[in-house]
């Protein structure tokens, strides 16, 4: 724990501004990165604005952007991180495929002002089987790479260290519908099966906390055997792995390095109290990422909700943190506005879970009230998307000046209001 004290200390300007913007004591924060159940994901290369993420704080919200192999269009992908900026992302990651992938990461880092993160192990892999196969990495390849973004300022990593040897030989038996969906996790599955060795990520994960020690990154413990449909949550080989990342997650504590836990991925709403529970307990409180969770897997176009839906409910039981989900998850490589819609769809189901916990309510009290006071001009500014409310109140068309075109001159709120003045 005499580490974590060092973490504390070095952290201590961020976590002053963190206790500023969340509204909590300072000692709260300090205690809360001491023990582990707080992260303030920070590289001093990059300097972000100081996101706090965990236990007792607001939920945070992740956007995902990047570019792939069949569309490298750069100035879109720079028009989603502003756009991510513009409606509030506490976090980006890069998950670039296509292009330039290294001057790719640095322009987002030069121009995003809230922690970035990505997966090292994309671009190392991806490298070599665009020149023959994955399974051709070498552990210096797999650790060059987290050191180069490293260098390049990244605050916090994907890294799928909870994938070992015996893990995969589970998970061959498995009656698993979609086997392994996530693309890092698919990368060391299949190498382990080739080469028959073990996780170089596990291996040598002593060697992953000096660097992050160094260079001073979260980790981001990666669910790798995450389920990929709602038929396979909570199973053996996502619970297997669980484990695993919760005594990693112990390893990270001893060494002074930051890390939060990644969580599924598909699951009936049914199960999502039961998965926040499961890793509270086995990784001792670590914050929780979840993508997600996805309650239903037949919406595809609309992903954005579904995920929101399992967002808030997450949440609400404990998650810490939500990744997006765009209305073209499973489709195809999001738009500018995807980007803008899941965004909005996460940042709804943070703040409901927010409310449902006793914080943030002095907004909705505000709009409330102009809404009461028939203040369009206040709803405006409480909106959590003022262009889209000013553009459905003005493609209406009423005789009313207060009212909208809903109800016109039987505005319920209007009609009250008037009955109360001529009776006061």
């Known amino acids: 724990m005499g580490s974590m004290v060092g973490l504390k200390n070095r952290l201590e300007p961020e976590i002053k501004n963190v206790a500023q913007t969340e509204g909590v ?90 922690p970035v993160g990505t997966v090292p192990i994309y671009q190392t892999g991806i490298r070599l089987a665009r020149k023959g196969a994955v399974v051709d990495m070498t552990e210096d390849d797999i650790f060059n790479g987290i050191i180069q ?34 693309r890092g996790g698919s990368f060391l599955v299949a190498w382990i099966l080739h080469n028959e060795m ?29 389920p990929g449909s709602t038929n396979d949550a909570t199973d053996g080989p996502q619970i297997n792995e669980l484990i695993n990342l919760g005594e990693l997650v112990h390893r990270c504590r001893d060494a002074g390095v930051q890390a939060m836990v990644e969580g599924p991925g598909h699951v009936p709403m049914n199960q999502i109290e039961a998965n926040v529970r499961l890793e509270k307990r086995i990784c001792d409180y670590a914050p929780f990422y979840v993508l997600g969770p996805l309650v239903t897997d037949i919406a595809p176009g609309y992903d954005h909700i579904v995920g929101a839906i399992g967002g808030a409910y997450a949440a609400w039981k404990g998650a810490d943190f939500l990744c997006y989900v765009t209305p073209a998850e499973h489709l195809s490589l999001p738009t500018p506005e995807d980007v803008k819609e899941g965004l909005i769809a996460s940042k709804i189901a943070a703040h409901a879970a927010d409310l449902a916990l006793g914080r943030g309510g002095d907004r909705d009290l505000r709009m409330s009230q102009a809404r009461k006071d028939l203040n369009w001009g206040a709803m405006y500014e409480e909106a959590i ?18 009212g909208c075109s809903m109800c016109g001159d039987v505005c319920a709120i209007k009609i009250v209001n008037e009955y109360l003045k001529n009776r006061s």
Do not use: W
């Open 385 to 402: 998307d003022e262009e889209k409310a000013r553009a459905y109140r003005s493609r209406g068309i009423t005789n009313e000046d207060e």
């Open 198 to 226: 073990e996780n170089p990520l596990y291996k040598n994960f002593d060697y992953l906390l000096e660097l992050a020690k160094e260079y001073e990154f979260t980790l981001s413990l990666g669910d790798g055997i995450r």
């Open 25 to 114: 004591a300072e000692e709260f924060v300090a205690r809360g990165v001491e023990a582990g159940r707080i992260v303030i994901p920070r590289n001093p290369i990059h300097s972000p604005k100081a996101c706090g993420i965990g236990e007792g704080l607001s939920v945070k919200v992740n956007v995902n952007v990047g570019t792939s192999r069949d569309r490298v269009e750069v100035e879109e992908e720079m028009e989603k991180v502003q756009i991510s900026l513009k409606y509030g992302a506490d976090a980006l990651m890069d998950l670039s495929t296509g292009g330039d992938i290294d001057s790719i990461r640095k322009r987002i880092l030069s121009e995003c002002t809230i």
């Open 149 to 182: 973004h490293a260098k390049d300022g990244v605050d916090f990593m994907t890294v799928h260290c909870g994938i070992t040897k015996e893990l995969v030989d589970r998970l061959k038996r498995s009656p698993r519908v979609t086997g392994v969906v996530s």
